[in-house]
């Protein structure tokens, strides 16, 4: 294989057996046509390079830096692109957004899971390529469910079609409204949105006129699609379930229809329901996202002096003391609603920066630094909304950048809490105990920074295209308490609105996540931490389940900073503070002052 002057002798291969280099390469070029094919690539790499790292130098490690090696990187980043821009799933993603409000996701042909918005992922529990029978909906209702939509991809019949199914929450149900269309190339598909069900206050005329009802007629009526047993609307009206059951065969009568589900479904088609779910009325999402439990939040914006764009979001209330809040390179900008709640009742203004190449923050120049850069940023936020001090809340491995603040900026900090917390890593074991996803990326960083920027950019278009619950699993597959974590609703809502200013349909911020990695952070900054011993408070809140931080390596923290007030616990992974936040709020308390 050649390009331009680039040719392969034997001399320019990389130190590794002939026929794992030669599967690698054809891993990496699946992956830049089919990032769904990123797993094989990561465990044929890492087995490949765990023996290369062993024989490294710890302290300036350089492998696989070669022309040869960089070539192929560099055309499968190419590739990469190319199909990526083909924009097959972003037709999908218009045709979803104008029901960002509701649940709504595409089935296709197979009765399969095509595309999904956040509400939906939320409520229903998809992940991108289930089957429609693995909704989050009692058996019964999924196989009502997988007929009516097999029906509507016959293209026989009516071209929609109403359900009432199941919510999560007992004694309610939506309606989900189904719908057939089909894609620019003519895929039919089934389009599904879902309202809550509840009638508007001129509901039970509208029957009566339609149907020629009497007043009870209507009530029992109403009460069979608000889902009431017939003992339970007989004892809201007083009648016995003979009585109710004789009005509901008169009714059936008069509607000319043959059973009680075909009778509801009649009902909600003739009742218009308060926001009909497949209204063409589609308002644009806000900039910060919405979803079932969340607030939309308006993005702040400086002009920086340079002339970039910087912006920011303000959590909880809108005036108060701060808590300067770092969300991790995956721009998990957002809490758990209950936690926003909590934040806004104390009083607390939490000030999340967007930063330079996430979400509509312009990217910083390569020519400079990433890391300063980011800390004049995030000051000028904190002078724009007039707050003097504050304590520092960090995810993971964004305790790096919480010492960096405090060692620049010693009068501005009350305290460090980390949840999740890394310090320097002293040795390769370090980077061998974590687990795979989190080694392939960070010794990748940390060994063949070069290569890193296609490793990265191919996991950010596997998620867009596996969907973030799909690529939350992936990542934290081995961890039982962080699945557990994400799989709460509120929880993966949080990650999945919060993340839209590092991965949405028009934006990918793979390129910051690279640079950051890639900076001080997983280099020996031992001495900008002792330098803090007895300056201010820091506070560590750390799982015994964390996919970068095994037990092994915080014990190695624990030993070496005695001085930091380490609080275990074994319930918990990388994603600690959207399990234990209200942990993480009142380690914050203490420190939060005008």
Known sequence: MTDGDVSETNQQRPSLPEQTWDAAIERLYDVALDPTRYEALLDLWEDAMGPLRSEADFAAPHLM?????????????????????????????????????????????????????????????????????????????????????????SGKGEPTAILRIPAQEERKFLILRLQRCQTSEGTPMVLAAANELFFPEDGKEILRDAFGLTRAEADVLCGLVECGSLAEIGARRGRSVDTIRSQIKAIMSKTETQSQVDLVRLALSVVDMASPALSASGSSQPPSGGGASLEPQEFKTLARPDGRRLDYLILGASQGPAVLYLPLTYGLTRWPASAEAEARKRGWRIIVPIRAGYGFSDPLPRSENYDLAMLGDVVAILDAEGVRRCPLLTLAAESYYAVQFARHFPDRFTALVCTAGALPLRDREAYERMDKWHRFILAGAKYTPHLLPFMVKSGFFLARRIGKHGFLNAVYGASEADVATFEIPEVFEALAVGSQVSLSKEHSAHEAFSRILTGGMFGDWRADLEALRGQIPITFLNG????MVPPETLDEFQRDYDWIDFRIYEDAGQLLFFRHWMDGIEALAPFVWE
């Open 544 to 547: 015994l389940q964390d996919p």
């Open 65 to 153: 830096d070669n022309q040869v090696i960089t070539s192929h990187f560099q055309r499968a980043s190419r590739f990469l692109d190319l199909v990526e821009s083909s924009g097959a799933h972003d037709e999908l993603d218009q045709i979803l957004r104008p029901f960002n409000r509701v649940p709504a996701f595409l089935v296709d042909g197979t009765l399969r899971v095509r595309a999904a918005n956040t509400a939906a992922r939320g409520t229903f529990g998809i992940v991108e390529q289930a089957s429609l029978s693995q909704l989050n909906v009692m058996d019964a209702e999924a196989s009502v469910l997988c007929n009516a939509v097999a029906g509507l991809l």
